[in-house]
T-cell receptor, first 112, second 112 residues
Framework: DAGVTQSPTHLIKTRGQQVTLRCSPK?????VSWYQQALGQGPQFIFQ???????QRGNFPDRFSGHQFPNYSSELNVNALLLGDSALYLC???????????FGPGTRLTVT | GQNIDQPTEMTATEGAIVQINCTYQ??????LFWYQQHAGEAPTFLSY????GLEEKGRFSSFLSRSKGYSYLLLKELQMKDSASYLC?????????????FGAGTRLAVHP
């Protein structure tokens, strides 16, 4: 049984560019949450998707957007990249939002 | 508002016991999680408390006092592989849906 998978593993982008990160949830899970983790900090909640809709959102600007597909996989899009967007982006899946979240290995984004 | 505090760094000796404290202030508390995160890797689930008291799982135990907004993670018989960051996360139900609010993490270094 595959756990949560994310792609790509690493990514280097230039300021102003756009990036798309992908996540496949653990089998049987229907809820996907995205987090941003800066170096030396805890993960910060970006948003959560359920039934292809954004259900709640953290304190992130509209440059951060997402999508969930019918197979429960999800994408995180970031537009107009800033240097401060450099971080580890974690995807976590769960069965509903009431249960334990399982994290993927993350995508390391570097903005230069 | 929401605030989660835990010590930044701790050191301990192999074979010893260490206690990592976490205090929190949230408006919609609905449980507390502890995650372990090795450098460059995804957080992995350690424990979950929603009621007051102690939950024991092998070498790891977690305690919660809801009235005091306090939790601790107890690690016994420390091993070198326990060197990692330990993240305290509160499940917050504000807005009707659950999301995880993380502390900044405690970096534990285990020495021989």
């Amino acid at each position: 049984d595959a756990g949560v998978t994310q792609s790509p593993t690493h990514l280097i982008k230039t300021r102003g560019q756009q990036v798309t990160l992908r996540c496949s949830p653990k089998s049987g899970h229907d809820t996907v949450s995205w987090y941003q983790q800066a170096l030396g900090q805890g993960p910060q909640f970006i948003f959560q998707y359920y039934e292809e809709e954004e259900r709640q959102r953290g304190n992130f600007p509209d440059r951060f957007s997402g999508h969930q597909f019918p197979n429960y996989s999800s994408e995180l899009n970031v537009n107009a990249l800033l240097l401060g967007d450099s971080a580890l982006y974690l995807c976590a899946s769960s069965f509903g939002e009431r249960y334990e979240q399982y994290f993927g290995p993350g995508t390391r984004l570097t903005v230069t | 508002g929401q605030n989660i505090d835990q010590p930044t760094e701790m050191t301990a000796t192999e074979g010893a016991i260490v206690q990592i404290n976490c205090t929190y202030q949230t408006s919609g508390f609905n449980g507390l999680f502890w995650y372990q995160q090795h450098a460059g890797e995804a957080p992995t689930f350690l424990s979950y408390n929603v009621l007051d008291g102690l939950e024991e799982k092998g070498r790891f135990s977690s305690f919660l006092s809801r009235s005091k907004g306090y939790s601790y993670l107890l690690l016994k018989e420390l091993q070198m592989k326990d060197s990692a960051s330990y993240l305290c996360a509160v499940r917050d139900e504000t807005g009707g849906y659950n999301k995880l609010i993380f502390g900044a993490g405690t970096r534990l270094a285990v020495h021989p």
